[in-house]
């Protein structure tokens, strides 16, 4: 018996170093990180509809993500998905509810990249510098009601995929964020959207002594 609580004791020991490690020259290792965000809520339908209650699962997610260095460099990566933990798509207040098999849903941030005194570079699915701009003003951020993700309060809400990035390095609390993305289009017909940068996002940003600030831009972005 005591034997195989030992083995247990290791397992569970064993678990949560691979969930988080740090390597002997110091880089921080495969860290495996999560958020689930799950309310409980009444929904006030529309003349047409009746009110119902939902739980819901608001961006809840899963990731994997670590560091490794290389040379005078740090390479790093994040591997982010979309986690349905209440398991059921909900038909806007409507009496009944379409079962599915919930779980991870969708990609989020996935993205690899080199890190140093030049900055960053990053390439891979990832918001805009845009979406990001709006994270430190968002009170209701991943939430059913008043998130501005939803487009009514700030244009620019997007994840993009195939994108290129470059990140100053923080200067006194000002910092550069460029995105770049290809259309990738092909065939012989396509004229368009099939350059090194058809669709580009970028920002500047003031994040010091309390105060925050920041300018943003997008163009061609929700055509890509």
Do not use: C
């Amino acid at each position: 018996m005591d034997k195989m609580k030992a083995s247990a004791i290791a397992a569970v020991l064993g678990s949560a170093l691979a969930a988080g490690s740090v390597y002997a020259d110091g880089h921080a290792g495969p860290m495996v990180y999560g958020t689930l965000n799950v309310s409980y809520e009444i929904n006030d339908a529309d003349a047409d509809d009746r009110d119902n209650f939902q739980l819901r699962s608001n961006a809840s997610r899963v990731g994997v993500k670590g560091e490794l260095p290389v040379g005078a460099v740090t390479g790093f990566y994040k591997v982010e998905f979309a986690v349905d933990i209440d398991g059921s798509d909900h038909d806007n207040g409507a009496a009944t509810t379409t079962p599915n098999a919930g779980g991870l849903t969708e990609g989020r941030d996935q993205v690899i990249g080199l890190k140093g005194e030049f900055g960053a570079v990053m390439f891979g699915r990832h918001n805009t510098p845009v979406k990001e701009l709006g994270r430190d003003f968002d009170a209701f951020n991943n939430q059913n009601v008043a998130d501005i993700a939803d487009g009514s309060a700030l244009v620019g809400e997007v994840r993009a995929q195939n994108t290129l990035s470059y990140m100053s390095p923080n200067m006194g609390g000002i910092q550069g964020w460029l995105m770049w993305i290809p259309g990738e289009e092909t065939g012989a017909a396509s004229t368009t959207n099939n350059g090194p940068a058809d669709s580009i996002s970028a920002s500047v940003k003031y994040a010091a002594n309390g105060i925050s600030v920041g300018l943003g831009i997008d163009s061609e972005v929700n055509d890509q």
